[in-house]
């Protein structure tokens, strides 16, 4: 289990907003996404973030997971609307 969140750890440290892109189809856990995929994430996607890198966190004692699923937050919260203070349904 550890390994494979390690990969995908990989992918998160690709992106340059720190958010995973579930809408990616062609993710190498080994290379991250390549250059040429869209990039479109859900913003429900960090939410579901935290809660699993958070619980596998707290389980292996490691807080990697759970530092970088926070930052995917603060990610998302930091591209709010400056008016309304919503967030939209996908983030580029």
Not at 46 to 57: D, K, P, Q, R
Not at 66 to 79: F, L, Q
Request: glycine letters at 8%.
């Amino acid at each position: 289990m550890y390994d494979t969140y390690s990969c995908l750890m990989v992918v998160l440290s690709c992106q340059t907003i720190y958010i995973m892109c579930p809408r990616c189809t062609q993710v190498n856990l080994k290379y991250g996404v390549p250059n040429d995929t869209r990039t479109l994430t859900a913003t429900a996607g960090a939410g579901s973030l935290l809660l699993e890198f958070g619980t596998l966190s707290r389980l292996l004692g490691d807080p990697t997971f759970e530092n970088v699923a926070r930052r995917s937050v603060h990610e998302i919260w930091m591209r709010r609307n400056i008016n309304t203070g919503l967030l939209g349904v996908l983030l580029h």
